[in-house]
């Protein structure tokens, strides 16, 4: 059975193993309430788009779907909690009071209400939500391997081309674990580390975050470093084990792929937040969230393919088991509500949002009923979603939950769903196949895209 291959003139014909895993500093080995009525009505909804760029926007921990973007004001005491709601510019729709920025553009993104899923742990439930495939272990203990289904950045690094002097994808500001078990799926997996994401490990916001991080060290210029390289490529073909070797082939391409970044002055150039006017900086909120988000900005300027953002354990995380709403109310949503906004805002003023698909999710929701800490538990069962850009419908409501927030009450939708829509913005039929390390096939998505969102 052969992989199927997109006919356009942007996406491989061949796919051959490449790319790059390296990191920073080193050169490393909504317009109302919709439903399925609307499917056959959304204009466009059923054409493959060519959106150049994703942005995926990670709430590690599960965010709180009820104290978020789907609160229920008229629960009782114990399920609505401590905050109050505010209307959005969707009329009928309501946010809580935390993200009055948000609410008042509301018309400019979709929200999905109704996705489901089964993994109560954080490891197997970030997956699921990451690559879109249901994890075959649903255990605490699950950690990072080859075997994986890779991230959907990696899927695209794997069947697109490249933009020359740019790297396909990138993840930052930091990596997401549960204690001390890697997570699954930000990760290239089965597609091999040449199609990890570029990480960069390092704090957008600290004084020292410079575009010198990802440049040659000072006793090294660009002849020097290319001599280097012609003395690999020499000793290469002197090895017969480097010819047949796939691994030793893939650090070739890896080195190779290095050598380019870190000469490229649009990597330079993207990387560095010096050249941001202040008020632009300060806009996004001086935190390591506001600055990653700006700098992922910068990144879909540059032709990055995808970029992740990691709202991480160690940049705070969302697991609110204790003080859920002291925790959201100072510094979780104020730092959604302010860069976020100013995400989709800059790109949006910029005229890059119509190309760039804008997604914010993570592990799952949580639990409707308030625990005996002032905290909600890890709830699977329902969470919300936002979609905004590439092509997305402005102010769309698909799905909803039931009254307690407990469990979808119409048009329940699984992770799979969700990477389909992304795979299906970027113009990818979720259909095309690749392929694991033991040459097996599986499409891209085991979902259907959202047809209804689209615009």
Request: net charge positive; hydrophobic share 35%.
């Amino acid at each position: 059975m052969k992989t199927k291959h997109i006919e356009c003139a942007n996406y491989r014909r061949q796919l051959p193993s490449r790319r790059k895993a390296i990191s920073i500093g080193a050169l490393g080995a909504l317009g109302g309430m919709i439903g399925l009525e609307d499917l056959l009505a959304a204009p466009g909804g059923n054409k493959a788009r060519k959106t150049k760029s994703v942005i995926l926007l990670f709430q590690f921990g599960g965010p709180s779907h009820l104290d978020t973007f789907d609160p229920k004001p008229d629960a009782p005491a114990e399920i609505r909690g401590e905050f109050k709601t505010i209307p959005t510019a969707i009329p009928g729709i309501r946010f809580c009071e935390h993200l009055p920025r948000l609410a008042k553009m509301a018309n400019q993104f979709a929200l999905v209400r109704s996705i489901s899923h089964k993994s109560s742990s954080h490891n197997p439930g970030a997956y699921y939500s990451l690559v879109g495939r249901e994890p075959l272990i649903n255990i605490v203990t699950l950690n990072a391997s080859a075997t994986d289904f890779p991230h959907p950045g990696s899927v695209l690094s794997y069947l697109m081309e490249p933009v020359p002097g740019v790297p396909q994808s990138v993840s930052l500001p930091t990596m997401i674990a549960d204690g001390p078990f890697r997570t699954p799926g930000e990760f290239a997996g089965f597609l091999g580390k040449a199609h990890d994401p570029l990480w960069v490990l390092k704090d957008p916001n600290s004084a020292n975050f410079r575009a010198d991080d990802i440049s040659l060290p000072k006793d090294i210029d660009i002849p020097r470093l290319n001599r280097r390289s012609g003395l690999f490529r020499d000793l290469d073909r002197l090895s017969r084990r480097a010819q047949q070797d796939a691994t030793v082939n893939g650090m070739n391409d890896l080195r190779r792929k290095a050598v380019e970044l870190v000469t490229s002055e649009k990597t330079r150039n993207a990387f560095d937040l010096s050249q941001e006017k202040d008020a632009v900086r300060d806009r996004y909120g001086r935190t390591t969230y506001g600055q990653s988000c700006l700098l992922a900005r910068r990144l879909v300027e540059a032709g990055v393919r995808f970029t992740t953002v990691y709202y991480s354990a160690g940049i705070g995380g969302w697991d609110t088991h204790k003080d859920n709403f002291s925790t959201l109310k100072n510094s979780r949503l104020v730092h959604t509500d302010q860069s976020v906004s100013a995400l989709l805002e800059d790109l949006k003023n910029r005229g890059l949002l119509e190309d760039t698909l804008v997604y914010w999710t993570g592990d799952f929701g949580r639990t409707p009923t308030i625990n005996k800490d002032a905290g909600r538990d890890h709830w699977p069962p329902c969470q919300t979603i936002m979609m905004a850009g590439g092509g997305i419908r402005g102010g769309a409501v698909y799905g909803a939950s039931n009254p307690t927030g407990a469990y979808p009450a119409e048009n329940p939708l699984r992770p799979d769903d969700v990477t389909a829509t992304v795979f299906h913005a970027m113009g990818l039929d979720t259909a095309t196949e690749i392929r694991d390390q033991l040459g097996r096939p599986m499409p891209i998505s085991a979902g259907k895209p959202i047809l209804p969102i689209f615009g």
